[in-house]
């Protein structure tokens, strides 16, 4: 006890020294972003507020502008230009000698930047949360959920852990290198290049950024032709806290424009991070085999939702609603797929039923709404024509939700939480990425069957399982073929930002966040030294000198039974042959010389 009390004193002081700093508030300076021209205050001039009327039957990227409205209301919000190939190399550039000073910065310096934009976001939620919802239409609630809480998740992890992993890792040296030390060290790629969806323009600009810029990279962002009025403004967030920290200008750079924006983005950077559907990432992928960078492709998802006989319906019923709701037209793909065992298939679709006729939709900054717009242009009719192909081969439509007001321009923005019950996995709202509030139940008999269904597809993003037993759900997930699982629990897997996130088959592969995706962005190199410079040092052995002797494929044989020989006994009758040529040889050498 005499020997102990001193240390669990010691131990004592230590937490509570730890427990009064963290009451010492960071000193974080605060900053300024000019928010004037995204804020809707009803004031806006007669330029900027009339219905837009997208163009059928060609597209924008004849007119060189990315045309940006609210797709809730179609007010109009204004236009970026469509960058040319020229300048996008040209930013790309700029971008890369930003990089090379940015590469010198210290792990402190990187830090202060992450908390002066935590610190903003924090102070902005209401404004980052509007933005996100004018431009893509989903609620006020979702973009909190999707846009803040995961960014800023993903900060703290960074601020907590990033340099930890960024910094030299030792490694065994093996039985033949055991004088040498072995490390893998992590230095920056240059630029990192990211096409980034519509889904989640906060988050999708800041979730490549983050990673980039604390390994020490430049990064530039081609943000969606769906979502650039808001990525725009992001992008100022960012630009002041660099300037905060004195980064220098031009590292982090967001770019506007079309496929051929995009292209001229893959063709200039050292890596490509693309956030969308399978056939663009395939096109990703040709692009970037011209120069030969890494890719890191995220692409469609198909999650399957499974729900077995012992689970609390109302509690699951609730999560697969809003499940449902996040791969909604202005939200992730999020559970595509409902397979219930069909003890509890009846009562599990009526508790959903009840709840989905409860849902609303309508423009999410007018009211209170459950459920917003869809983001994409003519979304609409594709999820109606799956509905229809549903409904052709015998599934039955038993629940919609509602609408609230709708302006006149706005209608095809928007389509009804749907739930089907009798579905099969011939209907194409089983096998196509829906992207949107329609919910298909489908039912099981056995865990066995129900594992063979949520692998039939082409998609391999993630699932969700949910059972009484914890042991059974992590059976049944460890056997769907996904790059993420959440047990009892749907897209947890995300909020932990320590762990990777991708997927497999068509829906890409590569990850980042977590530890995978920090070091994505890194050039990984493999160094060896000597253990005990100057005074060990590695000597070629005489008998594989050159010229090499009579001996030295003897001597190769015996030394590679010292090392790695099975038995204790082998390995010491070999070692002693080893070091019986060597002393055979050195007297040679000797008498050589002596000549």
């Known amino acids: 006890m005499a020997f102990w009390w001193p240390i669990i004193v010691l131990a004592f002081a230590y937490a509570i020294c730890r427990f009064l700093l963290m009451l010492i508030p960071p000193n974080v300076p605060s900053i300024d972003v000019d928010a004037s021209d995204v804020l809707d205050d009803g004031n806006q001039t007669q330029e900027n507020s009339f219905i837009y009327i997208p163009p059928r039957g060609r597209t924008q990227q004849s007119d060189r502008k990315v045309q940006c409205y609210e797709p809730a209301t179609m007010k109009y919000l204004g236009f970026f230009p469509a960058l040319t190939p020229a300048e996008v190399e040209e930013r790309v550039t700029q971008a890369r000698k930003a990089q090379k000073i940015w590469a010198k910065s210290s792990f402190k310096q990187r830090r202060q930047f992450l908390r002066i934009l935590l610190k903003y976001i924090i102070e902005h939620q209401e404004l980052i949360c509007e933005v996100s919802s004018r431009d893509t239409g989903k609620t006020m609630v979702d973009a909190s959920l999707g846009e803040i809480m995961t960014t800023c998740e993903k900060i703290t992890w960074l601020l907590s852990e990033g340099e930890k992993w960024l910094r030299p890792e030792y490694r065994s040296s093996g039985r033949s290198m055991l004088h040498k030390k072995s490390k893998v060290e992590f230095h920056p790629l240059g630029v990192i290049g990211a096409i980034v969806s519509w889904n989640y323009p906060f988050h999708n600009i800041f979730n490549p950024m983050l990673a980039a810029v604390f390994s020490g990279n430049g990064v530039v962002i081609k943000v969606s032709e769906h979502a650039s009025w808001s990525g725009c403004f992001y992008f100022r967030i960012i630009q002041a806290a660099l300037a905060a920290v004195g980064a220098p200008e031009n590292l982090v750079e967001v770019i506007t424009g079309f ?95 009840k709840i989905v006729k409860s849902v609303s939709a309508g423009p999410p900054l007018a009211a209170r709404y459950d459920m917003g717009a869809i983001c994409l242009q003519e979304h609409s009719e594709k999820l109606q024509h799956l509905v229809d192909d549903a409904v052709d081969k015998g599934a039955e439509i038993v629940a919609r939700g509602s609408f609230g007001h709708l302006s006149e321009g706005a209608v095809d923005q928007f389509f009804p939480p749907t739930v089907l019950k009798n579905v099969n996995q011939t209907m194409k709202l089983m096998q196509e990425e829906t ?98 410079w100057p005074y060990i040092k590695t000597k070629i052995p005489k008998p594989i000198q050159y010229p090499v002797a009579e001996n030295g494929f003897e001597f190769q044989e015996s030394l590679v039974e010292a090392l790695y020989g099975l038995n204790i006994w ?9 070091l019986k040529i060597i002393s055979e040889q050195n007297p040679v050498a000797t008498s050589k010389k002596n000549d």
């Not at 990432?281 to 085999?289: C, L, P, Q, S």
């Not at 012992?310 to 499940?323: E, F, G, K, L």
């Not at 949520?454 to 998609?459: H, K, L, P, Q, V």
């Not at 059976?475 to 897997?493: K, L, M, P, R």
């Open 259 to 353: 496929a051929e924006t995009g292209e001229a983005l893959v063709s200039s950077v050292d890596k490509i991070i693309f956030v969308g559907s399978p056939g663009v990432g395939k096109m990703i992928m040709a692009n970037a085999a011209e120069t030969l960078i890494p890719v890191t492709l995220e692409l469609g998802g198909k999650d399957a939702f499974i729900v077995c006989e012992d689970v609390d319906i109302p509690h699951v019923a609730q999560v697969a609603v809003r499940a449902t709701l996040q791969s909604s037209g202005q939200n992730c793909a999020g559970a595509e797929r409902f397979y219930v065992h069909r003890d509890i298939y009846n009562s599990f679709v009526n508790q959903v039923t």
């Open 435 to 532: 992207f949107g509030p329609i919910m298909p139940i489908m039912k099981f008999n056995s865990d066995e069957e129900v594992v063979k269904l949520a692998n039939d597809s082409r998609y391999g993003l993630g699932c969700a399982v949910f059972s009484g037993s914890q042991r059974r759900a992590k059976e049944i997930a460890s056997q769907i073929h996904c790059g993420v699982a959440a047990v009892n629990d749907f897209a947890s897997t995300y909020m932990c930002q320590s762990l990777p996130f991708g997927g497999t088959k068509d829906s890409g592969f590569g990850r980042f966040a977590g530890v995978e995706g920090l070091r994505a962005c890194c050039l990984v190199k493999a160094v060896v030294e000597d253990r005990w």
């Open 570 to 578: 082998d390995r010491l009758r070999a070692l002693v042959n080893v």
